[in-house]
């Protein structure tokens, strides 16, 4: 006979438990348990106390539960710019990053309305050419704007990389893991910096709301027993 699954066992693991291995040959056959069929088994209460003792002994893997549901929230920029000489370039609608000479984007998100904890957050760029790999770091200060940043008073990046790009492609966007600098609500800035002479190049909002880059949050969802994603934008 076939043990049924649906048959929830009670909270028995002792004697009972023990004969009933002892005295049921239990086997597995494409993830259904089956039991020899027995005297001893034929009893609702003594076949849920084998369940019980099989599942405490480990010999019934356990049935895959779905990935919990989270809600995606896409936070625009409300600066994004790059610091390359004496003049701000916030008005462009691209961002550029280079190791010689130095040219490194800048970026501000304001996140606001999250009710759950972050369980991801993405930034996500629209690269507009091919380019090599570049770094992201945090950024000690968030108190510029990308109508006046420039070379000469653009925040210092963060001496430790949170996240590379890897190799670039143009028309695909590119991301970065940056969970550990957005904890919740709260303005953040981000730094790309490149180790190479390579220059790279990435649509900034100025080009428009279809490659403007992104931040992506995700929370753990309130609501249980369903496993959709929906999203929001701010």
């Given at each position: 006979g076939v043990l049924p699954l649906a048959e929830t066992?009670?909270?028995?693991?002792?004697?009972?438990?023990?004969?009933?291995?002892?005295?049921?040959?239990?086997?597995l056959n494409l993830g259904t348990l089956r039991a020899v069929r027995s005297g001893f088994l034929r009893s609702r209460t003594v076949?849920?106390?084998?369940?019980?003792?099989?599942?405490?002994?480990?010999?019934l893997s356990a049935v895959p539960l779905a990935a919990p549901a989270t809600t995606s929230t896409v936070v625009p920029p409300t600066d994004d710019t790059f610091a390359a000489g004496s003049k701000p370039n916030g008005s462009l609608d691209y961002l550029l990053v280079d190791g010689r000479p130095v040219?490194?984007?800048?970026l501000r998100f304001m996140v606001s309305g999250l009710t759950q904890p972050v369980v991801r957050a993405t930034?996500?760029?629209y690269p507009?050419?091919?380019?090599?790999?570049?770094?992201?770091?945090?950024?000690?200060?968030?108190?510029?704007?990308?109508?006046?940043?420039?070379?000469?008073?653009?925040?210092?990046p963060a001496n430790v990389v949170t996240a590379s790009s890897g190799s670039i492609d143009a028309g695909a966007?590119?991301?970065?893991?940056?969970?550990?600098?957005?904890?919740?609500?709260?303005?953040?800035a981000f730094a790309l910096t490149s180790p190479t002479s390579s220059t790279a190049r990435f649509a900034s909002?100025?080009?428009?709301?279809?490659?403007?880059?992104?931040?992506?949050?995700?929370?753990?969802?309130?609501?249980t027993g369903s496993t959709s994603s929906p999203s929001t934008t701010v």
């Open positions: 066992p009670p909270a028995v693991c002792g004697r009972d438990c023990l004969r009933a291995v002892k005295h049921a040959h239990i086997s076949r849920a106390a084998a369940l019980a003792a099989v599942l405490c002994a480990g010999l040219k490194r984007a800048y930034l996500r760029l507009t050419a091919r380019g090599s790999s570049v770094d992201l770091r945090s950024v000690t200060s968030a108190g510029w704007t990308e109508s006046t940043l420039t070379s000469s008073n653009a925040p210092a966007w590119t991301s970065f893991d940056v969970t550990s600098l957005v904890g919740g609500n709260g303005t953040f909002k100025e080009a428009g709301s279809a490659t403007s880059p992104q931040l992506v949050v995700e929370t753990s969802s309130p609501t």
